[in-house]
């Protein structure tokens, strides 16, 4: 298999939001960063898929609003189990992100008098959350590509990580297969930032892009790196059902934000059952287990999901404010602006990752954190908003802190582990009796019926006992020889990630013996003090940590 060396100051694994602010932020220590990317650069993360807003404390609108009740609202939202330090540097911190975002070229939504504008979101007390219509993440996205590109930081595309290369117990670079050519490329780093978002593609039905099967967990935790609360999985509440070629596409919370109501078949607005405050503005696992619930008590449409109506709002006002939805229903034939439209739950957020400080340091030295990949920040479920902001503050923090290592660090190599990846890879090029595809699909399959909203400790023992067989069974993958794009070789690799995140997820979710946030139980439904504390799990042990 064909090796080539490249070195840098610093490799950032993903080029979404938090991977791009991070690089930024090295070109300003006068660093040099390599920007890689297992897709498409700056196209094949989430962050430009994110619709609704950026949470940040501006008081534009409400002017009762404060940094303390945005920390507030965060850990109640993430059921207390949140890092709390690492909310309030998200909470102190996400203005000023945000006016960076402004000096790149981003345009948020204004006022009357030119003051930023702010709407309503899932479990806050106030509006607070900044946006740009409904497609705030790809505004985002396009400024932090024109200022990337300005600068002229290199951007590596198409190649996906595949290990981290240590050496005495230090990160000292990557490996990654080059998709054009099935070559093997060493990246040599003084310091490496992980990036690489979530794992949505776990499960069949998912708002996330293809990429995101968590690579970046894997790598991680093969590396030796501490994860944490990896049980808790966001189901963001309201995703398209049909035609089956958008299922688990998201619909933006901000459709509810600007007035969309829940209806079900019977035509009854049911969150007032579930949730009589805040309705259709609860926290998102709250909303997605009342979906779940008035579907499995006979109460949703014929293709499985409950109605989103917002057609007695103007056209004029939807058009402005939610004109990314009105053409994704307009595609597929539906009119939002007269008539309801089907959801159902989608897989969308991981909350658990990468255990960081409030640096962006993970327990690996020379290993640094920012985004999805990261846990901690959001507790056991997400607020809706905090994402955005949270690529922004830690990949910046990330930035800073991996740029300060790489000044004291020398680079490093590990030939022979570089190697033995190359050959590991290279092993996986054979005639099995198992396709890739067919256990990539058998794995979301099994993740959707038995880890997803309500879990019950047989069912996620008959999980763990299935993962552990497939795991047994991975050698029995079959793989073609071909150097460009080689698909099956890409499925295959992936595969062994999902399988071995798979297994950490559910044996976490198997421990934790309460419901909390999106962890839901059905055997034990009650949230309790004695179990408010992180699962923190490494390839040699599992401990806890206390919130």
Same mark, same amino acid.
């Given at each position: 298999m064909e090796i080539k060396t490249i070195s840098t100051d610093v490799l950032i694994i993903g080029s979404g939001g938090a991977g791009s602010r991070a690089a930024i932020e090295v070109d300003d220590a006068g660093l040099k960063a390599i920007i890689?990317?297992?897709?498409?650069?700056f196209r094949s993360g989430c962050t430009g898929m994110a619709e609704g807003g950026y949470n940040a404390v501006f008081k534009t609108v409400d002017k009762e609003d404060s940094k303390k009740t945005h920390i507030a609202d965060t850990l109640k939202g993430g059921s207390y189990l949140n890092d709390e330090k690492l909310v309030e540097i998200l909470v102190d911190e996400s203005p000023d992100r945000l006016i960076d975002l402004e000096n790149y070229g981003a345009l948020f939504d204004r006022k009357d008098n030119g003051e930023i504008d702010q709407r309503p979101f899932g479990g806050q007390t106030f509006r607070r959350t900044c946006y740009q219509g409904d497609r705030t993440g790809a505004e985002l996205m396009n400024a932090l590509k024109e200022e990337i590109i300005k600068r002229d930081i290199e951007c590596i595309e198409e190649v996906m990580i595949t290990s981290l290369v240590t050496k005495d117990d230090q990160v000292i670079g990557a490996t990654g297969l080059n998709l054009k050519d099935t070559s093997l490329?060493?990246?040599?780093?003084?310091?490496v930032i992980l990036a690489s978002g979530g794992a949505g593609q776990l499960f069949p039905v998912t708002s996330n892009t293809f990429q995101k099967n968590g690579d970046?967990?894997?790598? #991680?935790?093969? %590396?030796?790196?501490d994860l944490v609360d990896m049980e808790q999985i966001q189901f963001h509440p309201t995703g398209m059902i049909k035609p089956d070629s958008k299922k688990g596409v998201l619909v933006t919370e901000a459709v509810r934000a600007e007035g969309g109501k829940l209806i079900n078949k019977d035509g009854e607005r049911f969150m007032s059952k579930y949730s009589p405050e805040k309705m259709e503005l609860s926290t998102r696992d709250v909303v997605a287990r009342s979906i779940y619930q008035e579907i499995i008590e006979g109460r949703g449409t014929e293709d499985g999901g409950v109605y989103l109506d917002i057609s007695h709002l103007d056209d004029d006002y939807i058009d402005e404010k939610l004109e990314t939805m009105v053409l994704q229903f307009e595609n597929v034939g539906v009119d939002i602006k007269?008539?309801?439209?089907?959801? #159902?739950?989608? %897989?969308?957020?991981f909350m658990g990752g990468l255990k960081i400080d409030t640096e962006g340091y993970s327990s690996l030295k020379n290993l640094?954190?920012?985004?999805e990949v990261c846990g901690g920040v959001h507790g056991a479920n997400r607020l809706g908003g905090n994402a955005l902001a949270d690529t922004q503050v830690f990949g910046r923090r990330a930035g800073i802190s991996a740029s300060k290592t790489a000044k004291e660090t020398e680079l490093l190599t590990n030939q022979?582990?570089?190697?033995?990846?190359?050959?590991?890879?290279?092993?996986?090029?054979?005639?099995g009796s198992i396709k890739p595809l067919e256990f990539k699909n058998k794995i979301k399959t099994l993740m959707w019926e038995k880890v997803a909203i309500v879990r019950e400790e047989k069912v996620l023992n008959e999980a763990l006992k299935e993962l552990l067989e497939m795991q047994?069974?991975?050698?029995?993958?079959t793989v073609r020889d071909k150097k460009q794009y080689n698909t099956e070789l890409v499925t295959a690799l992936e595969v062994i990630n999902m399988v071995e995140i798979c297994i950490l997820t559910v044996k976490s979710a198997i421990l934790r013996r309460e419901s909390r946030g999106a962890h839901f139980r059905s055997d034990y439904p009650e949230t309790l003090d004695e179990w408010k504390k992180s699962i923190v799990i490494n390839k040699n042990e599992i401990k806890f940590e206390a919130r």
């Open positions: 890689v990317s297992k897709g498409l650069s490329i060493y990246f040599k780093a003084k310091s970046g967990f894997a790598i #991680a935790y093969r %590396a030796g790196a007269h008539g309801p439209i089907e959801v #159902a739950p989608t %897989a969308h957020h640094f954190g920012a985004g022979e582990m570089v190697e033995e990846e190359a050959s590991r890879i290279e092993n996986l090029i054979k005639e047994n069974k991975l050698n029995q993958l």
